[in-house]
């Protein structure tokens, strides 16, 4: 029996309408919130995701600014231009669009965002957070696919997850939040050993290595759930994910697509980190003005 097929697009449209109500709320009640997105480079897909982001934020009101910097920018240029959006309070949510240049050193950039604008949940305070149980913001990528699981009624609780791939951005944080659901969680690379006898017994299989088509249907228990987190294109063009769709999915019992599953919940949930951090800005700017007429007293 073919797979179900999860959309994407049809949870990240349900929650951006939820979103827009949030947006309109605090724009009504204090400020619009505000995202600001660096870019350093010109790698050509991060150019498309950046539009895409402030694409989405036009559509939802929310207020963006893109800072766009060659590749040659030295880093102090860039952690100045960080300093300043830190001071900005106009500005509520801070991503650094990666990979950044070699020069660069990610570690220092990513640390130097303050952790309350930090909308990536990058920031190494920010991954203690999540890893000791207390995240303040979740890494976009997996927190849109633990929304994608909860849309569709797919336990976690004592399932056997296996998530590939080993990235800070996906891989490491989703077996995390995997972990927080009380799933047994397995992480493979692209790299692994006998990677399908690590696959076969997963009820829950998230693909995150960016190599095309390297989970195939003979490595999915039957029924599993597939997540496919790979954009990859193919030297004719065509996008494809890490999972050979068309024999997959007559295997799983539910299955992501490429385009259309993983990368539209992926910016829902940075506009709702945005909103989120815009949030918390309102509620202690009301602490500190209630707080600072009472010491007028
Ligand atoms: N590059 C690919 N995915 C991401 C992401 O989620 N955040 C940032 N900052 N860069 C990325």
């Known amino acids: 029996m073919s797979a179900t097929i999860i959309s994407g697009n049809f949870i990240a449209n349900k929650l951006r309408e939820e979103l827009k109500q949030r947006v309109r709320t605090l724009t009504e009640t204090w400020m619009q919130p505000g995202l600001a ?21 036009e559509e939802l009101g929310i207020h ?17 231009q960080i300093q300043d959006l830190n001071a900005n309070p106009e500005i509520h949510g801070i991503l650094v669009q990666l990979p950044l240049p070699d020069h660069i050193q990610i570690n220092e950039i990513v640390a130097a965002i303050a952790t309350e604008k930090d909308v990536d949940g990058f920031h190494p305070c920010n991954v203690g957070a999540l890893a000791t ?7 976009c990528t997996p927190f849109g696919i633990i929304k994608m699981l909860a849309e569709y009624d797919i336990p976690l609780q004592g399932q056997h997850a296996v ?5 800070n951005i996906v891989g490491k944080p989703m077996a995390l939040m995997l972990l927080e659901k009380g799933a047994t969680v397995t992480i493979c690379t692209s790299q692994t050993r006998e990677l399908a006898s690590h696959t076969r017994s997963a009820d829950i299989i998230i693909m995150a290595t960016g190599k095309p088509g390297l989970l195939t249907s003979g490595m999915i228990k039957a029924g599993a759930t597939v ?22 999915k007559e295997k799983a019992g539910y299955i992501t697509p490429v385009p259309g599953g993983v ?27 209630r707080d600072g007429s009472v010491q007028q007293f």
């Open 37 to 57: 997105v660096i870019l350093a480079g010109d790698n050509p897909a991060s150019r498309v995701y950046v539009r895409n982001k402030a694409k989405t934020c």
């Open 64 to 80: 963006s600014e893109i800072f766009n910097f060659s590749g040659d920018t030295p880093q102090k240029t860039i952690l100045q």
């Open 133 to 139: 149980g207390h995240a303040l913001f979740r890494p």
């Open 163 to 167: 998530v590939v791939g080993r990235s």
């Open 227 to 248: 997540i496919d987190v790979g954009i990859n294109r193919l030297a004719n063009g065509q996008l494809c994910g890490d999972v050979e769709f068309s024999g997959a």
């Open 263 to 289: 990368g539209p919940m992926t910016i829902t949930m940075l506009m709702n980190n945005t909103i989120e951090a815009a949030e918390r800005a309102k509620a202690k700017a009301q602490v500190e003005a």
